[in-house]
């Protein structure tokens, strides 16, 4: 299986708003690193970096003007005078009269743009999360070219960023881009699931009023469970996407014998839609000792996930999404892949 990854990840690493104080993100750029030593002791296959793709290809799935913003955040800051990493201190909530509007100052357009204080924006940000969506993107068109499978190693993650926000340490949402590249490039139908431990919210955001695009989460809980406002059973997809979203959350705990039950519904789902290509949204912290999640996955459950995904027999581009157990992320992951290879 091919790997695409940008060393251009190391440009940013962020801090965030965590139980009351500032510190370093949990989503730091050694993940990467560790998943990327993975891939290579585990002969999984090439590693390849990104083609450059223009911003463009980005507004296919988030909107020009958030795009537009992304790109030139750092420097309408740093215009101000601050050197530290921007966080907004404001946001348009439900009763604000102008909640869409787009405000002129820095600071007000941080607020629009973001769910939460997990997703600061520093000198390197932009050209980190840009070649984060080209590595998903490069799959994206190795996928349409005709490959079985290939593995985007995004670093920072995706699945987060809706059409006009960011948040949860994403930024650009590289699933949704690559879905999105697929279906420009031919296909009529494709599938995403998301199998991260959080509720793909951004990506459940941008295809929720369409039936091209499957989107499936299994993940935790929202009543208890980041990002708590999106991730219901009841959310079914709305308009023309009306029944084309379908979320599987899973209460603290959960062990695999329960996970597979999701997994499976996930997948009967999937095989209805008959997409001509599976994106997954790769995220595995559902790890035991996750930090900062609570369901009960084993290092062996992931090859299981794989080799469940292979059987589906579809076109599978991977896309690497959380995880923050640093220690075992790699191996994790990379069990997936090898058990879609066949190699577990």
Not at 63 to 72: C, H, K, Q
Not at 109 to 122: E, H, Q, R, V, Y
Not at 193 to 222: A, C, K, M, W
Not at 264 to 292: M, N, W, Y
């Amino acid at each position: 299986m091919l790997t695409i990854y940008s060393s251009d990840h190391h440009l940013h690493h962020g801090v965030e708003l965590k139980d009351g104080v500032i510190s370093d993100s949990f989503e730091a750029p050694q993940r990467a690193e560790t998943v990327l030593a993975r891939v290579k002791a585990s002969g999984l296959g090439d590693v390849i970096s990104p083609r450059s793709f223009d911003r463009s290809c980005y507004a296919e799935a988030h909107s020009r003007r958030y795009v537009d913003f992304l790109a030139g955040a750092w420097d309408e800051w740093s215009a101000t005078g601050r050197t530290c990493q921007a966080l907004p201190l404001v946001w348009p909530v439900r009763s604000m009269p102008s909640n869409a509007s787009l405000p002129e100052f820095i600071d007000g357009k941080l607020g629009l743009f973001s769910m939460d204080a997990g997703a600061p924006i520093n000198a390197g940000t932009w050209a980190a999360v840009s070649s984060s969506a080209n590595s998903a993107l490069t799959g994206a068109e190795v996928i349409a070219s005709g490959a079985r499978s290939a593995f985007a190693l995004c670093r920072p993650p995706g699945h987060h960023a809706g059409r006009e926000y960011m948040g949860g340490y994403c930024y650009l949402n590289n699933a949704a881009i690559a879905a999105q590249h697929v279906i420009r490039s031919g296909a009529k139908r494709v599938a995403v699931l998301d199998v991260d431990f959080h509720h793909g919210n951004g990506t459940q955001d941008i295809f929720y009023d369409r039936s091209d695009v499957l989107f499936v989460s299994i993940h935790g809980e929202p009543s208890v469970s980041y990002p708590y406002f999106s991730g219901y059973a009841d959310e079914r997809g709305i308009g023309y996407g009306a029944g084309f979203n379908l979320n599987l959350p899973l209460p603290k705990g959960t062990l695999w014998s329960t996970y597979d039950e999701a997994l499976g519904q996930a997948c009967s789902a999937i095989r209805k839609h008959a997409p001509d290509v599976l994106v997954v949204s790769l995220g595995v912290d559902t790890f035991e000792h996750d930090p900062i999640s609570h369901f009960r996955l084993r290092t062996q459950d992931y090859s299981r996930i794989g080799e469940t995904l292979q059987r589906l027999n579809i076109r599978t581009l991977f896309v690497m999404e959380g995880g923050y157990m640093v220690d075992e992320i790699g191996i994790n992951a990379v069990n997936v892949l090898l058990g879609f290879d066949g190699r577990a």
